[in-house]
Nanobody, 124 residues
């Protein structure tokens, strides 16, 4: 019932920036938290950043703190991830996710809907 579509990925050099977007459509979840996850080659899907419905509370993985910023526009039904100072270790497929809970969730199994991902590749 909910569709999430990510965009904004690409190939960049270390130190550059990207802004990922995730547009929700269909029967979206009201008041639910959202998050960004990523899956690097050969790695498990890991939490990157989460945000509450109001945007008043955010939480970041240690790897993202100080470099990434998550935000959302509930009118446009869009989630964003501004990524600055990208590193080669940031190379991964980035996924947008939506939860039914009001609280920020850091485990992928607790999210209800997922996008298909957008590739981010950071070269040295």
């Amino acid at each position: 019932q909910v569709q999430l579509v990510e965009s904004g990925g690409g190939l960049v050099q270390a130190g550059e920036s990207l802004r990922l977007s995730c547009v929700a459509s269909g029967r979206t979840i009201d008041n639910g938290a959202m998050g960004w996850f990523r899956r690097a080659p050969g790695k498990e899907r890991e939490f990157v950043a989460g945000i509450t419905w109001s945007g008043g509370s955010t939480y970041y993985a240690d790897s993202a703190k100080g470099r990434f910023k998550i935000s959302r526009d509930n009118v446009k039904k869009t989630l964003y991830l501004q990524m600055n100072g990208l590193k080669p270790d940031d190379t991964a497929v980035y996924y947008c996710s939506s939860a039914k809970t009001l609280e920020i969730i850091t485990t992928p199994g607790d999210y209800d809907y997922w996008g298909q991902g957008t590739q981010v590749t950071v070269s040295s």
